[in-house]
């Protein structure tokens, strides 16, 4: 299976994104500051990745420290220090809300780890490397619970009658690349290729960033997925042909309201439009970690908005081939000189949209009045 985090004992190391698909380096994460950047400068994207790699950048930093004996020797100095170091980190990017779920969950851990009588600072550090090693595996069990879920859900109220498969088209890149494997939308295609449900899988190119045509193409194509790329302006035509035969669109999420407006990829909210207009199904894929009950709406999630250099140019291999100082891509011109650019990297899809949300724990669908319950899925057990 693709791995895009290689953590052990303290060591990580991430598949540097911005290479792909050309190339393939692991470059090492030492440092909170490390992360950060990887994180603001997209060599690492994606809602579960971006909080897993920003924990284990914290992890890998501590662990180093104690080495080195050279952490806050009380545990309220240490609770202080991990507080302040993931407030740093939470500023990398703004919408998905896995980052700074996590940072609060583990912040809540080591101050409560704090609390036990005669806990030093190794200990509260030790709490907090263990709980991060720990989202690894989490993540990947809770990929794999979705991918069924989600296959299950398809099966039955995607393939027509008298049908054994379905195509789906996909958006964005949600799979083992922007987890810590399997995926979620993409680990429901992975389920439904796996059940032999899956007849063809699309994925849209998904610009400016081209998370579609880089790394989920690169995935299909690693898989040995049946896939074709399409750009983002062919999802109409393409739900308009009888002959693709989509019957559902799963995309991923950055951060889900308690009212199920989900915000997720740029160009998502037209695939769901589309979706509706065709009969199409439209399911959100993502752990729970992405839902966010003390976001009542859409309205209220911050979206960021990302360099106009991302719209006004495209990134590909350089030319002469060679590498120089690891820039082995480059970027080339394809805009105007001086337009101006709107660069939302996200938008929000009303949940009236969404045929169901994925989790780990069940596919949710609307109650009876057209609207999501969310906090349910919280009383179920973790799986
Ligand atoms: O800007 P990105 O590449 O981090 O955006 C990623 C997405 O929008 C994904 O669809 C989402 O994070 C879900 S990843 C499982």
Same mark, same amino acid.
């Given at each position: 299976m693709l791995q895009a985090i290689k953590y052990s004992k303290g060591k990580l190391e991430i598949?540097? @994104?911005? @290479?792909?698909p050309f190339i393939e380096i692991f470059i090492p994460i030492r440092s909170t500051e490390d992360g950060w950047h990887a994180i603001k400068d997209m060599k690492v994207r994606g809602a579960p990745a971006i909080a897993i790699v920003a924990m284990l950048a914290l992890a890998s930093e501590l662990t180093s420290a104690l080495e080195g004996s050279m952490i806050p020797r009380s545990a309220e100095e240490m609770c202080q220090y991990i507080s302040t170091k993931l407030a740093y980190l939470v500023t990398s990017r703004p919408t998905a809300v896995n980052l700074s779920d996590a940072a609060r969950k583990l912040e809540t851990l080591v101050l409560n780890r704090a609390k036990i009588a005669e806990s030093r600072g190794s200990d509260v550090a030790h709490t907090f490397i263990q709980a991060a090693e720990a989202m690894l595996g989490d993540d990947l069990k809770d990929n794999q619970r979705i991918g069924h879920n989600g296959a299950e859900w398809i099966a039955k109220y995607a393939v027509k009658p008298g049908h054994s498969q379905v195509a789906v088209l996909t958006h964005c890149n949600t799979g083992s690349l922007a987890t810590s494997g399997y995926g979620t939308a993409l680990g429901v295609v992975r389920s439904l290729a796996a059940n032999n449900t899956l007849q063809h899988a699309y994925c849209t190119?998904?610009?400016?960033?081209n998370q579609g045509s880089r790394l989920t193409a690169f995935e299909l194509v690693h898989d040995g997925i049946p896939a074709t790329l399409i750009t983002d302006s062919m999802a109409a035509a393409l739900l308009a042909s009888a002959e693709a035969g989509v019957g559902a669109i799963i995309v991923g999420a950055d951060r889900v309201a308690a009212n199920g407006d989900t915000a997720n990829k740029i160009g998502t909210y037209a695939l769901a439009v589309l979706a509706k207009h065709h009969g199409v199904k439209f399911l959100v894929a993502a752990p729970r970690t992405t839902i966010d009950l003390a976001t009542k709406s859409g309205r209220e999630i911050v979206i960021e908005q990302r360099p106009a250099s991302e719209v006004t140019s495209i990134k590909g291999p350089r030319s002469d081939a060679e590498s120089i100082d690891g820039a082995s891509i480059e970027s080339v011109q394809i805009a105007a000189p001086g337009i101006s650019v709107w660069n939302p990297a996200f938008d929000i899809t009303p949940s009236a949209l969404i045929d169901g949300i994925v989790t780990e724990v069940g596919v949710v669908e609307k109650g009876a009045e057209g609207q999501y319950h969310l906090d349910g899925l919280f009383d179920a057990p973790s799986v």
């Open positions: 598949l540097d @994104q911005l @290479q792909l190119e998904t610009r400016p960033y």
